[in-house]
């Protein structure tokens, strides 16, 4: 069950329309030009419509189909709990100032530095101080400590830091741990574009790296002196326990029923009479309109009327759902042209009755049911209902309709 709201409602509009071929002017545009007509209030100026439909032309340039059109309610939670378990997969920088380290652009190989709060704070200050200002230097924590939230950890670092410029190239990566199989510290590895890497375990100094380095060592050079074991978490292994002993299904319920506490509901009062409005959607355009490939849309000075060029095919009935008697009334309301295709837009629904309440609603009217969005509701000025919007010759007409009051004073 997903809600539905101006995307589907201009989805099936454009989906009903019939085009016919003009000169001058690319026929196919004009569901574009309708679509721009219709989502601008009609308070705008003329040239501050033009500039949007020149925004919006420019921005559909070649892209594909937004994903907003299959709107899912708890589509932005996953998005966002994916994308904290990517940034979490990625070496992660410490200190405001730090970029994410790569190699001199000497072409040094990238000395890696593998480290712990298991050795101890003055053995870590001092391999701060060593490495501050190499920027082939890499030192690499694989997470925060147990129990242990990133703020913390940063404070820790931030406190050993202090007093060292410029601070050293440190980060949180995970991944290098697993990649090198580093599974005790300190453990230097010497990254040298794809070579057969040299490493050692038990050293911490950068001058005894380099003597061995300039002594053409390379390879696996064994241990040689102290290594500890990691006191940190791993931090990519922790985010996918934790992934998987979370229960999807009730964050989906939790985030479905924060969709309902949150929305903002278009509310108007109810008709106390019948009235029609007429709505006039044409304009002049002040300068040219055209589509990103150069298309000329329409000429500076040009007066459009986009119902001149494509039926508007569509019968709205804009409704309370929250009100019975404008549910029932809704039901019986139609349009002249018996061919347009019906849809409802309901002002608001029982925040109560939820997705449940939905689907009821729109077993009630055998039809999908929209909420009204403010666009469409400032576009055709709407200001009681229920009401029926459709076309008339080549304009917008809008019936306001009042529900007839029963015995008990109550509308019917």
């Keep these: 069950m997903t809600i539905r709201s101006l995307a589907g409602l201009m989805r099936s509009f454009n989906e009903s329309v019939r085009t016919k071929p003009k000169r001058q002017v690319n026929r196919n545009n004009w569901p574009a030009i309708l679509l721009l ?12 419509w033009l500039n949007r439909s020149q925004q919006i032309l420019n921005a559909l340039a070649g892209q594909p189909r937004p994903s ?8 932005t939670d996953a998005q966002r709990q994916a994308l904290d378990i990517v940034n979490a997969s990625k070496p992660l920088a410490i200190g405001e100032t730090i970029q994410s380290p790569k190699p001199a652009s000497s072409g040094k190989p990238l000395r890696v530095i593998y480290i712990s709060f298991s050795m101890g704070e003055p053995v870590l200050k001092g391999i ?3 490495a501050s200002g190499q920027d082939d230097v890499l030192l690499v924590f694989r997470g925060p400590k147990p129990g ?64 061995r380095q300039s002594a053409g060592r390379h390879g696996d050079l064994g241990r ?30 939790q985030a479905m029923a ?18 029609n409005q007429i709505i006039d959607l044409t304009v002049t355009a002040p300068r040219d309109l ?22 508007f095919g569509l019968c709205l009935v804009v ?31 029982p925040r109560q009755d939820g997705w449940e309440g939905l689907k009821t609603l729109e077993t009630t009217m055998n039809a999908p049911v929209y909420l009204l969005t403010p666009d469409v509701r400032q576009r055709f000025q709407l200001q009681h209902v229920p009401a029926v919007i459709e076309q008339a010759g080549n304009r917008i007409v809008v019936h306001e309709r009042k529900v007839p009051a029963n015995s008990n004073g109550e509308q019917s």
């Excluded at 090198?180 to 375990?201: A, C, H, S």
């Excluded at 985010?239 to 319920?253: E, F, G, N, T, V």
């Excluded at 055209?290 to 039926?311: D, F, H, S, W, Y």
């Design 128 to 130: 701060f101080e060593d």
């Design 290 to 311: 055209v589509a990103a490939n150069g298309q000329l849309i329409i000429r500076a000075g040009q007066i459009v009327n986009p119902l001149e060029k494509m039926p």
């Design 148 to 211: 242990q939230k990133l703020p913390g950890f940063f404070a820790d670092l931030k406190r050993l830091l202090k007093d060292i410029e410029p601070v050293p190239n440190i980060v949180i990566d995970p991944t290098r741990f697993q990649k090198w199989q580093v599974t005790m510290v300190p453990e230097i590895i010497l990254e040298d574009n794809g070579n057969d890497p040299l490493r050692v375990k038990g050293v911490t100094s950068l001058d005894w790296l380099n003597f």
């Design 37 to 48: 007509a219709l989502s601008v209030p009609c308070v705008y100026a003329e040239d501050e």
């Design 68 to 75: 907003w059109l299959d709107t899912n309610p708890y589509q």
């Design 258 to 275: 924060r969709f309902w506490e949150a929305r903002q509901f278009e509310v108007l009062p109810s008709a106390q009479e019948d009235r």
């Design 224 to 253: 040689f002196g102290e290594v500890y074991e990691i006191a940190e978490i791993d931090l990519l292994e922790e985010i996918k326990h934790r992934l998987a002993a979370m229960d999807w299904p009730q964050k989906q319920q």
């Design 319 to 349: 409704f309370d759902a929250t009100e019975k008697s404008q549910v029932q009334a809704s039901r019986q309301l139609s349009c002249q042209d018996k061919k347009a295709r019906m849809m409802y837009l309901a002002t608001q629904l």
